[in-house]
């Protein structure tokens, strides 16, 4: 099924919009770009987006969250463009100052993206929850989206190599995602937040974002009782496919999944998905659809350069979505 | 006794200076100007500099440790001479945005600084000693001398005031000092490290700095067995006054004297050290002479504005002492 890009009548598609809330489960930087799309349209009261945290880690003595932030700044208004992580017009002085000192320089720690850092290390110091002090931040940084973290409670995603385990940012960053992944592993035992299972409960539109499905969006699911309660959700729940024209647009996703000895397709991560999502959206560049019989599917340009496509490409889904819902 | 200030054959004081062992004991700002004074003089392998970590404490989640820094930032030439806190060329974007984001900013942490506070943390994380640290860190800012913390241990100050029990920093730093002091409180449990008991014992000249005897000499004398060794040592044991024209040059030593009942003379400070001193150090302004029959004194302009000052305090003490040795 291709979708019909109709001109429509902003007013009309605002007021149907306007009872609608929407839930995005988002990684980092492809889940931040349709978060921010999405928070163009809905409003911020009836749109919450839980990020994964199997990411997190203490790194020179600070919490660093570096999906939180990626979506927090994007959605400030505050990213830097060009990278995906940290924020604009950074400088970069503590950090040329710890590589001089001979500390550990490989997770690159903006001037003022510490900023964020030392705040957030303090509050959880003082006893709020990660939960609180994302809520506290988005409210300086002027966002009205409820900005979730899929948990309270650390729940460190870890990767089996062929060199052995690996924290996931040793992996990721300081590795640069090369150790080929022989298995991922998540916490068994971390439950979510009350602020999480509120907002899916009463969700209309589940958006899994395009972002890594093994190391973002399943460290989501992970979290007791999210995958349970994403399986039975009477919402529509719709993912949108992180490859595009056979490739991961950033990041190791293709890579993984070649290592995992899957095809490097969309209709693959569709699959993957398989038992979870209603609606699968692919860009126009892959041919291939799903073979899943009652998977409803949209075809689309998925790209996101710029703040216009990702408003287009979530407009699309919004509007698509509404569609099923109001039949 | 007035200082004999004669002119010296320069290569004549650096022969008898080149065998010389030197101990400075140092709180912060008053400290380390004297300590990079002596340094100038005395050669780095011979001099070993045990600085106060009383005022050491966790802040943003980092290790903060003021008079180390405050000594070796002088020592290496990076320190911010009008504060005599923090470095030169300093500049505050993480700080500038822990305060929009309602993060505690009443202590100053430039990003510069940082660089030096997430280093230390990190190394402390890694398992490296407050020492090695410290040493690690002066051998990348080119300092020479051996600067000692007290100690490995934590041994945090309190302060007892009227308005109850205020960790050191926060009295000194957030309170600036304002609320009157009933009594200090330290650890009764820390030992001092091998370095520091090395130095001790070898040591031919100990210099008490014109550091605050309550809040920084006082946690260094309190961790076991320092006060025991300075009270013992066959080393000559001198002390600066911090009291200059019965005005402390910097801080809170003349209004902690006040409530504590004590004159603030330069007197008063000498009876304060009785039984660990052999000489004291006075400012030419201050006319009163110390009542203990057996200790030797020293008038002369205390003062350190510049690196001049230091440098002629530091040889005026080092003479004396070494013609009362060479005696």
Redo the contacts between chains.
């Keep these: 099924m291709s979708v019909r890009n109709t001109a429509r009548d902003e007013s009309h598609f605002r007021n149907r919009l306007a009872e609608i809330q929407v839930t995005v489960l988002a990684g980092g930087v492809g889940g931040a770009k349709l978060a921010d799309g999405i928070a163009q349209h809905v409003r911020p009261e009836n749109l919450s987006i839980v990020v994964n945290t199997g990411d997190d880690f203490?790194?020179?003595?600070?919490?660093i969250c570096p999906d939180l932030d990626t979506v927090m700044y994007l959605l400030a208004g505050v990213a830097n463009s060009e990278t995906g992580w940290g924020r604009s017009g950074e400088?970069w002085?503590?950090?040329?100052?710890?590589k001089?000192?001979?500390?550990?320089d490989w997770f690159a720690l903006g001037?003022?993206d510490?900023?964020?850092?030392?705040?957030r290390?303090?509050?959880l110091?003082d006893g709020l929850s990660l939960t609180g002090v994302s809520h506290?931040?988005c409210d300086?940084f002027g966002i009205g989206a409820d900005l979730l973290p899929m948990s309270d409670r650390p729940a460190p995603t870890v990767i089996v190599t062929d060199e052995g385990q690996l924290a996931f940012q040793t992996w990721f960053v300081e590795r640069q995602w090369q150790p080929a992944v022989k298995e991922i592993l998540f916490p068994q035992d971390v439950r979510t937040t009350t602020q999480v299972t509120t907002a899916l409960s009463k969700t209309h539109i589940l958006v899994i974002a395009p972002s890594n499905p093994f190391v973002s969006i399943d460290p989501i699911l992970n979290v007791y009782p999210i995958r349970e309660m994403v399986t039975d959700l009477p919402a529509m729940v719709v993912a949108v496919s992180p490859i595009i024209a056979g490739k991961a647009v950033k990041g190791p996703a293709a890579k993984m999944m070649q290592e995992m000895g899957m095809p490097v397709t969309s209709s693959a991560i569709a699959s993957y998905y398989d038992g979870l999502i209603d609606l699968f959206v692919s860009d126009v560049r892959d041919e291939d659809f799903p073979d899943q019989p009652d998977l409803l599917t949209m075809k689309t340009d998925t790209l996101m350069v710029d703040q216009g496509d990702r408003s287009r490409l979530a407009r699309e889904i919004l509007t698509f979505c509404m569609e099923l819902i109001e039949k």
Tied chains: 1, 2.
């Design positions: 203490d790194h020179l003595g600070l919490r400088s002085r503590a950090m040329g100052e710890v001089r000192l001979g500390g550990p001037d003022l510490l900023g964020t850092h030392l705040t290390t303090h509050l110091a506290h931040l300086v």
